[in-house]
């Protein structure tokens, strides 16, 4: 099972022609993933290393019967590919570009759910689901098959946790990054959902970091819905308000969006959260391990 | 991007938005002048990128010219939460009956604009919402229905506007903060106090305008508002080398990539019982350049003891960074205790490469924990 892709994943990659386009492009299918094709406008009939390159992402569907699509194309393209997909009936969309303007997003977000499109990003890592497709820029080799579903907002942070997690000899069902911009396709209780429906997923470890109240909501969430243990980590303690810290999403704004509000939401539910990521990690071990 | 008053003023303007007419100063004798041209009396008021300016003596009321000018000198310079005013907006004193508050913002939970409206404005309108929450009036706009009038109206009458010239006038000025939000692509326009004459005209008194970074590629003109001086030197020149950076107040230098590791490495410092000296993110780089730069801002700070540099590799290749390390550290010298956390893509090759050059003052942690210990040890 896994959650978002797995072996029945057919990739469509908008920009494979483009530099960061084939590197990943070629890397995902070096995993595993079903890269079954490319879209570039005006670069239609031509292929990258065998992966053959349609005009339009429709063209890409009809020929190849691609089920999920990968947006590489600069952020201005950005927002007409993601809607160039889902006209084309695509059915997830992992946005790793950055940049868009929130304007934008809105909506494409607003435009999205009714068709029931799963959409990751924009400014996100991807998605990986080991042993079975790696879409995105998540660096594989660190993770392995496993139990614990894993969804975040940064990076690099996830690969810290994953890593840690390893480890410890702990593996996960999917490795989610939702992405660090304000306004995102999916929430961290989209992601959450998902997991709690997945037969493969035992655990989960939620990453969060300071801004907005996703996590808030994604807590009373947990409470209400979830039956599978959960375990927090929030990023941002030492983190001044006012001041964005990296991702476009990370900023304290008034009184609201702190680290403290969200730690101590989370564990009012009865989630624990952990104080590192080495603690995170450990949390989940010994939930893992006591069963 | 944070706009000054006077440019969300002007923004308001061009969408119809009455404003006071006012000047922009930025001395003395030009808030004099300026005071000859608007006519007295006059308001000074400080322009900076941060709220609480009246309390902190930054607004005040001139009868005179000369007193405009006397005012000036008392507020330019002035540090007002950690921002100098350089520049005054000078504008005519406006008379005021009520005071009403009006915003849009971005509901980033609903993923729809949000206008906040209520009659008690003037106020923090945290405060207006905890205390009073009844009196807040919300409404959220369907990004793809846009604004209708109806909005507006259910905004005016649900906070008990009774006099017509005063809905009819809010009214206007709702459906134009919707067309500023949109066009500008704005985060946030907010007008606190707008306010009601004694002869019933409605006015923007005030303005915070917040346009998205992402989006200022459309509006040159927007972008070319940009204040260089409003952020730190620091911070300006680590954004003109790529690199971004914020500075703090501690004695460890942190170096990482990725944002959300960089902000856990802060936390981690911070449990470790250090103070972190910036937020410094390499980003997908970390090649041998984007060190050096990195470098170079983190180590002109002078509160800066030591530095930890934490890298997971992921696109990032662990032993390019070691070679940027070592390249940085024969480029420039640098005389402070490094730290270095390695782990990821080719973090044994990183390692090695740092274990046979083995400078003077480079030591390699194999955990963030440790390696966060140790900065703070040596920071000590």
Redesign the interface.
């Known amino acids: 099972m896994a959650i978002i892709v797995d072996a029945s994943t057919r990739l469509v990659v908008q920009g494979l022609t483009g530099s960061e386009g084939s590197f990943h492009g070629l890397r995902n299918r070096g995993y595993g993933t079903q890269v079954v094709a490319g879209v570039t406008p005006g670069k239609g009939g031509q292929d990258v290393e065998g992966i053959p390159v349609f005009d339009t992402v429709e063209e890409a569907v009809a020929q190849t019967g691609a089920n999920a699509s990968m947006v590489f194309v600069p ?2 393209f950005a927002t007409d590919a993601v809607y160039e997909a889902v006209a084309a009936g695509i059915g997830t969309v992992v946005c790793i570009a950055e ?6 997003m ?2 494409v ?3 999205i759910r009714p068709h029931g499109v799963t959409m990751l990003g924009p400014n996100c ?1 991807g998605v990986l689901s080991p042993g079975k497709a790696n879409v995105g ?3 594989a ?2 993770f392995r098959e496993g139990s614990i579903g894993l969804v ?9 946790i994953g ?1 840690e997690l390893t480890q410890l000899g702990l593996g996960n069902s999917t490795i989610v990054g939702i992405g ?1 911009d ?2 995102v396709g999916s929430s961290f209780i989209d992601i959450l959902a998902k997991f709690e429906a997945d037969p493969e997923t035992e655990h989960v470890v939620m ?1 969060g ?2 801004g ?3 996590e808030e ?1 994604a807590a009373a969430y947990i409470e209400r819905h979830m039956t599978k243990p959960v375990v927090a ?1 929030i ?6 308000p ?9 900023i304290i704004s ?2 609201s969006g702190t ?1 403290q509000g969200k730690k101590a939401a989370l564990e009012a539910r009865g989630i624990r959260v952990g ?4 603690e995170a990690a450990q949390l989940v071990a010994e939930l893992a391990r006591g069963g | 991007m944070d706009l000054y008053e006077y440019q969300g003023k002007a923004l308001f303007a061009r969408y119809g938005i009455p404003v006071s007419e006012g000047r922009l100063a930025t001395s003395p004798a030009e808030a004099y002048q300026a005071a000859v041209e608007l006519g007295c009396p006059v308001v000074v008021k400080a322009q900076v990128l941060t709220g609480g300016r009246g309390k902190a003596g930054g607004i005040k009321v001139a009868e005179t010219p000369v007193e405009a000018e006397q005012r000036a000198r008392e507020i330019l310079g002035l540090d007002i939460r950690g921002h100098v005013v350089h520049k005054l907006w000078i504008e005519q004193a406006s008379e005021i009956a009520k005071e009403y508050y009006l915003s849009l913002t971005f509901d980033r939970g609903a993923k729809k604009p949000l206008f906040m409206f209520t009659t008690q404005g003037g106020m923090d309108i945290e405060q207006v919402a905890e205390e009073s929450p009844e009196a807040l009036v919300k409404f959220h706009v369907d990004p793809f229905e846009g604004f209708q009038p109806y909005q507006a109206r259910r905004l005016v009458y649900g906070a008990g506007v009774s006099d017509p010239g005063e809905q009819r006038q809010i009214a206007a000025i709702v459906g134009r903060l919707y067309d500023a939000f949109i066009g500008c692509d704005a985060l946030l326009c907010e007008v606190n106090p707008l306010i009601v004459t004694p002869a019933g005209e409605v006015r923007a008194l005030d303005s915070k305008f917040t346009v998205d970074d992402n989006a200022l590629y459309k509006h040159s003109d927007i972008a070319a508002m940009r204040d260089p001086e409003a952020v730190p030197v620091e911070e300006r020149a680590a954004h003109q080398k790529g690199v971004t950076y914020v500075k703090l107040d501690g004695e460890v230098g942190i170096l990482g990539n990725g944002a959300g590791l960089v902000m856990s490495t802060l936390d981690v410092i911070a449990l470790a019982g250090g103070r972190p000296a910036n937020f410094c993110d390499l980003g997908g780089g970390g090649d041998a350049e984007g060190v050096v730069d990195a470098l170079g801002v983190i180590t002109n700070d002078p509160q800066v003891k030591a530095i930890f540099f934490n890298i997971f590799g992921g696109i990032t290749r662990c032993d390019e960074v070691a070679r940027g390390i070592l390249q940085a550290l024969s480029e420039t010298s640098i005389s402070h205790p490094i730290v270095v956390r390695l782990d990821g893509t080719n973090a044994e090759e990183g390692r090695r490469i740092l274990a046979e050059a083995a400078p003077a003052g480079l030591y390699v942690e194999p955990t963030m924990l440790e390696a966060a210990r140790r900065a703070v040890e040596l920071a000590q």
């Open positions: 952020a201005r940049g868009l303007p929130a304007h934008e809105l909506r977000y607003n435009y890592p820029i998540i660096p080799e660190i975040s907002r940064s990076g690099t942070l996830t690969y810290q890593h660090g304000p306004i990453v970091e300071i907005g109240d996703e909501r980590y990023a941002g303690f030492t983190a001044p006012g001041k964005t810290m990296g991702h476009a999403g990370a008034g009184s680290a104080t590192t990521p080495t």
